[in-house]
């Protein structure tokens, strides 16, 4: 597991209106505890080179599920969720 990811999944964090615009992009209609679950699952199935630095936030992609999370590289904190589209 590289450096990048390992930081990610130790120290990832939330602020309130983060869950509000999570189920907005996405359309769903989640709770905090199940975006916080469905998120660390994905950052954790997630190959370690789609962990990509750009600036001061992380851009973690997931092809699998059309998802790219970012996340702020200083506080850890998830910045917004796309819908990635094909």
Do not use: P, W
Not at 46 to 72: A, L, M, P, Q, S
Request: hydrophobic residues 35%; aromatic residues 10%; glycine residues 2%.
């Amino acid at each position: 597991m590289t450096e990048n990811k390992l930081k990610v999944l130790e120290n990832i964090c939330y602020t309130e209106l983060v869950y509000d615009r999570i189920n907005k992009k996405l359309h769903t209609n989640l709770s905090k505890k199940q975006i916080e679950a469905f998120l660390l699952n994905i950052l954790t199935e997630t190959n370690d080179r789609f962990y990509i630095k750009t600036g001061k936030n992380f851009y973690v992609t997931n092809t699998e599920n059309n998802i790219r999370i970012t996340i702020n590289s200083y506080t850890f904190r998830v910045i917004t969720v796309d819908k990635i589209k094909r």
